[in-house]
């Protein structure tokens, strides 16, 4: 039990200490990730080239001089959100190559220069959020020559101190988080020569000070999460009316009507500043309270302001006090905020307005109308270039387009993610400059000519198009990508274009008579639609690759099934597919030649011959056998060539059926039975016959001995041994020149005596004895 319980423990501390390697892991570039492991020390036996070490959320109340010791390649280090209340004074001495640390919100309540002595490497220090309210009493940065982007303070944060800056020359960004800030050392932010980036939350009674420090070092001025409820909190930005700021930034900000309007009065005054610009900022009350707004112009061109909030948006007076400001304005952005109406008066007043972006608003055909003043005979926005109405209301296109007729100056339409879904069928009326014309993620699901043949430039993308068939001469860029098309538009209808984005398409290929129509300019992006992979298809992408936008990524094969999703450079089909035409030529020429091979072979191994045969001895065994009571009616059935039948019927059949013991014999010509096939006949024959003669002469052996051969060898009617055959040998014949093929007759000549027709006269009444002897039945002799 002791045991047990020891090895238990042991077990345990093993898993523990086996933790920090097993649940950190690094990656390639030598990053550890080991936040959110309630890690309560900074780990050890992590790599010793360890780069990156993210040690974020986790529960580490001390660093200590150790800790990262063996570390010394470390260039990220972050440890915010940690319970950091001491870092010992060595601990980051060893980090020689330490480029950004995160210490932020922790609970650090006293910072000291002594850490970062060593860090000349460091470009980003994160020190907000901890419970320090002061960054000390001695240079706390120092020794930080690299720095470039610093964040610090905090809820509690009280004093800014002159000596904290020293040494820091040149940053990039700074971030100050003092919304309680009590003390503010004059000119402690005036050491700093250039910060492109500040961004301040702090007690607006402090906020001109340090605004006047920082007047002519700063290019982008943030203010953030801060509440503007007086005329007074706007004061501390009169000091930017000469300054180096070029952007005005106020983010999360809370406005109300009052300090609004000082606003816009103090804007009249900026002589440098171009931007002013609004994110996610509310604004409260009703635009009520006009300002006294002289007719000045400022340097403020470009406002931005996105997803501003308006809580009485319904009751939001129509800010038309502000029209003396407005005509200096070239860009106004007003994005994701409440905008449904431009009063008129606003619009008309819009006299220098090139860009005008209102994309996410709530803008309707009509209201549309209305603040182009069209019922009111035109004259909004005269210079207008650019105009943004995506993610609006707007429902009808020819409405549209006739309210935005009278821009004489309008080149650039954006009507991106409206409510359109049909055009008219007939021509729609435009401004007559259009060349740039967004209308995708709408619903159209037809193009008509409504669609102006001006454009250069027409994105149609993500609407439900199948075809797309209009001319346009004069467009350079087409976008139809996520339409339903399922082939590429005629390339002659644009003969000027340069890029055609088809991509997300039901595209099932193209071939060169769809892309010879385009100019040799054009290039195509023609990503992700259904490829059919045919083998011509493969041969002609592959071989025009030089137009494809995207290749080969994102080019895959949809069918058939065996390239499925294979990207198209790497598809191949089995060779059968692809050379079907050949191989179906090679194989009939092989089908051809293996017939007339075959043909051949039959012809010179007579296997007419023998199939006939077969055929014959086939129907003969189905033929019931009649050997045992076979009535023999004939001595002997003669077989002869027809050469020879002079012979036969004028010497040989006298001779032997005349005799005085006559004999019968079965001739062909005579006794066959008419319309029986011949081989069958000779098989009858010879069964009702004793003996079977047969008349060779080379003609008989050339015409007449092959239907005997083959029933010799399979038949068997007679064998070697008995006597049933006879051979008279009319001519002389070697036999050299009996065919190979006729085995049996060569054996039969061999084995058997045969009977040679003499040309003596004497001689031939001894055949004929000699004959009939041989005709003579066996049990007859005996
Ligand atoms: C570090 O971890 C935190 C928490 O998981 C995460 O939010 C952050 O993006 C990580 N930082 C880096 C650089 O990986
Ligand atoms: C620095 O501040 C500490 C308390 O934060 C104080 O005791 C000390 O006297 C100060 N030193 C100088 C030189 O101001
Ligand atoms: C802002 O600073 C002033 C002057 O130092 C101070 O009286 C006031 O309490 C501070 N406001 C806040 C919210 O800390
Ligand atoms: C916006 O500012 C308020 C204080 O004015 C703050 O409480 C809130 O967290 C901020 N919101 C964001 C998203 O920073
Ligand atoms: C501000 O603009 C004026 C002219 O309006 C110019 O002379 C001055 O140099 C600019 N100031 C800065 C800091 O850029
Ligand atoms: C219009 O605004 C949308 C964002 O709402 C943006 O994506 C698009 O590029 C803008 N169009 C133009 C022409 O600037
Ligand atoms: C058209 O507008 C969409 C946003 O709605 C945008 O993503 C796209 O880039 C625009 N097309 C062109 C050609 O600018
Ligand atoms: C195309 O552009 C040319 C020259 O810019 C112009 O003359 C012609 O009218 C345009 N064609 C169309 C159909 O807009
Ligand atoms: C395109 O065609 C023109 C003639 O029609 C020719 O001069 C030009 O060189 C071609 N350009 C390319 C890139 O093939």
Same mark, same amino acid.
């Given at each position: ?6 090895c ?7 898993a523990? !200490? ?11 570039a ?13 780990p ?13 959320s ?10 990262l010791?063996p ?14 209340h001491?870092?010992n004074d ?14 932020s ?5 006293? !910072?000291?220069?002594v ?7 460091l470009?980003?220090l994160?020190?907000?959020?901890n419970?320090y ?9 120092a ?9 610090f ?15 820091l ?6 971030e100050?988080?003092?919304?309680q ?6 000119g ?6 250039q910060i492109?980036h500040?961004?301040l939350?702090?007690?607006?009674? &402090?906020l001109p000070? !340090? ?5 002519h ?8 999460d801060?509440?503007?409820?007086t ?7 009169e ?8 952007? /005005? ?18 804007i ?11 994110k ?7 635009g ?10 400022s340097?403020?061109t ?5 997803n501003?909030e ?8 129509d ?6 400001i407005?005509?200096? /304005? ?14 008129c008066?606003f ?9 005008l ?6 803008l ?5 109308g ?6 009111e005979g ?22 549209v ?14 009507i ?13 009326q ?5 060349k ?6 709408n619903q159209?699901?037809?193009i008509t ?13 993500s609407?439900y198009?199948?075809? /797309? ?15 339903? &098309?399922?082939?590429?538009p ?6 000027? &274009?340069?890029l ?12 060169q ?5 385009f ?8 990503r992700?639609?259904n490829y059919?992979?045919s083998?011509?298809? &493969?041969d ?7 137009v ?9 094969c ?7 999703d294979v ?26 030649a ?7 072979l ?24 009649k050997n ?7 001595d ?11 012979w036969v019927?004028?010497m040989?059949?006298?001779k !032997? ?10 001739l ?11 081989i069958?006949n ?17 003609h ?6 092959c239907k ?7 038949f ?13 040998l009319?001519?002389p014949?070697?036999?050299?020149t009996?065919?190979?093929?006729f ?22 009444e001894?055949?004929?004895?000699n ?12």
């Open positions: 039990m002791y045991i047990y319980s020891i238990i423990i042991y077990l345990l501390a093993i523990e !200490l086996s933790k920090g390697n097993t649940d950190c892991p690094c990656d390639a030598h990053f550890c990730h080991c936040s959110s492991m309630h890690w309560e020390a900074i050890s036996g992590l790599p010793r080239d360890v780069r990156g070490l993210n040690l974020s986790n529960a580490i109340q001390i660093v200590t001089e150790t800790d010791k570390y010394d390649q470390l260039q990220t280090l972050l440890l915010q959100y940690n319970a950091i001491t870092i060595g601990s980051f001495q060893p980090l020689g190559n330490l480029e950004e640390l995160d210490l919100y922790n609970n650090l309540v006293l !910072l000291s220069s850490w970062f002595r060593n860090l000349n490497k470009k980003h994160n020190l907000l959020g419970q309210i002061t960054l000390g009493n001695d240079s706390l940065f020794s930080l020559s690299s720095l470039s982007s610093l964040q303070g905090n809820q509690n944060f009280d004093a800014i101190q002159k000596q904290s800056f020293e040494g020359e040149r940053l990039n960004t700074l100050i988080n003092a919304a800030l009590t003390l503010y050392e004059e402690s932010l005036g050491r700093m020569k492109y500040t961004i939350r702090v007690n607006l009674t &402090l000070a !340090l605004l006047k420090d920082l007047v070092s700063v290019t982008l001025l943030e203010i953030t801060t509440e503007f409820s005329p007074a909190d706007m004061q501390a930005f000091v930017l009316a000469y300054t180096s700021v070029k952007q /005005f930034i106020f983010r999360n900000c809370t406005i109300v009507d009052v300090s609004g309007y000082r606003f816009v009065e103090i009249q005054t900026y002589r440098n500043i171009t931007d002013v610009v609004m996610n900022c509310r604004l409260l009350g009703r009520l309270d006009c300002p006294n707004l002289k007719r000045t112009t340097s403020v470009t406002i931005i302001i996105n501003i308006v809580s009485l948006y319904y009751i939001f007076s800010l038309s006090s502000l029209h003396q407005i005509p200096q /304005f070239t860009y106004v952005t007003v994005t994701d905020s409440p905008v449904y109406l431009i009063p008066q619009s008309q007043s819009f006299t220098s307005l090139q860009y972006d209102v994309s996410g608003g709530k309707d055909n009509t209201y549309l209305s603040s182009v003043c069209y019922h035109g004259g909004a926005c005269p210079k207008l270039q650019t105009l943004n109405v995506s993610r609006n209301l707007l429902t009808s296109v020819p409405k387009a006739q309210f935005l007729s009278g821009l004489n100056y309008l080149t650039n339409l954006d991106s993610q409206n409510k359109f879904s049909e055009l008219s069928t007939s021509k729609c435009w401004p007559k400059n259009l740039y014309l967004n209308i995708s993620n159209i699901n037809i000519t409504c669609i102006p043949p001006t454009l250069q430039i027409l994105d149609v993308s609407n198009l199948t075809v /797309f068939a209009i001319e346009m001469p004069n467009l350079t860029e087409l976008y139809i990508s996520n339409n339903r &098309l399922s082939k590429l005629e390339g002659m209808y644009f003969t000027s &274009l340069v055609l984005s088809i991509s997300r398409n039901d595209l099932n290929g193209f071939g008579s769809d892309l010879e129509l100019s040799n300019r054009t290039i195509l992006d023609a992700a639609n059919k992979c083998c011509q298809f &493969l002609f992408i592959r071989s025009n690759t030089a494809l936008v995207g290749w080969p990524d994102n080019y895959k949809a069918s058939p099934a065996s390239v499925k990207q198209i450079q790497d598809a191949n089909l089995p060779p059968l597919v692809c050379h079907k035409t050949l191989i179906v030529t090679l194989s009939c020429i092989l089908l051809i293996l017939v007339a091979a075959i043909v051949a039959c012809h010179f191994l007579h296997v007419v011959w023998y199939a006939k045969m077969t055929w014959a001895w086939l129907k003969a065994k189905r033929k019931p056998l045992c009571d076979r009535e023999i009616c004939f002997g059935f003669v077989s002869y060539s027809e050469r020879d039948s002079e019927e004028n040989m059949v006298p !032997l059926e005349n005799a005085t013991l006559a004999m019968k014999l079965c062909h010509k005579r006794d066959f039975v008419p319309g029986k096939w011949i069958d000779i098989i009858d024959a010879m069964e009702k016959s004793y003996k079977t003669v047969f008349v060779l002469s080379e008989f052996v050339r015409s007449e001995w005997y051969e083959l029933e010799f060898s399979h068997r009617l007679f064998d070697e041994n008995n006597d049933s055959a006879i051979l008279i009319l001519d014949i070697e036999k050299e009996v065919p190979k093929r085995c049996k007759l060569r054996k039969l000549m061999n084995t058997k005596t045969y009977l040679e027709w003499p040309t003596d006269e004497e001689q031939q001894v055949f004929w004895d004959l009939k002897t041989a005709l003579q039945p066996a049990d007859y002799i005996n």
